[in-house]
């Protein structure tokens, strides 16, 4: 008789336990979906948008490893950085939602303040960088470590240009007073984010080939089409001979297609997206996240109620992070040494940010933070100087390289 009582009593906890969850077997169907479940998805452009559109496939792709169906996802598209995503997203949270992501940074004070009146919701700020210190249990930053795809399109990049130099193809205005040959880069904000992209990227160039300088100019926005175009125009009229970006739309690009047409020597390396559709021979790959590899772990951890977690950057070794397909322009041997930097970087030898291949006002970087603890957007703790190198993406998820390296110049 005490042997049956206690096996009831097991029983009736089990039941009790399952009762409190967020999911039970009972609600699950057969793929493993939760069929009450449901998340939302704020997004600063649409599909038109290459970021964006690089997380509407991550999301898609997930949702279906997961077995989410189309009406378990709200979408709201080209929603802007002020009080509209505050109140998209506690919209969504009315609507039922259990999990909410926005996809700028500009939405991440927003996205908080709705993590803070609705602690029963999951809130996702990606590339933001405060849920470490908001104490919110239910906001959660995430970003990949996409320095290192941008580290690999460098190398891309320092392939063509030493086949340029060993073949006499440049000019004299391709390179600067130093005898540097002059590199390009379309950049959207002067953020941490976008300054670590760029270094990796020019890090890269310089492990493959040493002798380069470049010039960076802001368009002081993500996406501006005509913009970007511009400014890659001018940066092409200064002789560069690669033009990178950290900018959403196919402005550079197409800009440096035009211009190879015309009989200069230029090529490009994009971001998000594959970019030969519009520049087939300028093209030469882009640096990319593989945002499934996220949100399939965040959304499948959210379906089994399980803690999403609050800062999470993982890179090539868990296959987050890639470039694109090599365009016909790229050099002789390059995918065998992409090959062999990738393998290097997975293998921890090769770090983007080593110490000893980089300076600052000419000496070299003993110290760095990596956390901004006071809002100025200049890092003032977490020392991430170590073992050789700054670990990027270490303390927090976002990127937090903010350094001014020797050989980039900033024109605006």
Known sequence: MKKFLALMLAILMVASLAACGTTTDATKDEAGATSDFKMGVILIGDENEGYTYAHIQGIQEAAASLGLSDDQIIWKYTIPEDETCYDTAADLADQGCDLVVSNSYGHQSHMQQAATEFPDVTFIAMTGDTAKASGLPNFCNAFTAVYESRFVSGVVAGMKIKELVEADKLSDDNFDADGNVKVGYVGAYPYAEVKSGYTAFFLGIKSVYDKVAMSVQFTNSWFDLTKEGETANQLLSQGCVIIGQHADSTGAPSAVQAALESGEVCYSIGYNIDMLEVAPQGALTS????????????????????????????GYADGAVAITPLGESAAEGTQEKVDATIAAIKAGEIHVFDTETFTVGGKKVESAFATDTDGDFVPDTDEAVFDGYFHESYFQSAPCFALDIDGITLLN
């Open 287 to 314: 640096a990319t996240n593989v945002w499934s590899v996220y949100y399939t772990e965040a959304i499948g951890k959210a379906m089994k109620g399980e803690e999403v977690p609050q800062n999470w950057a993982k």
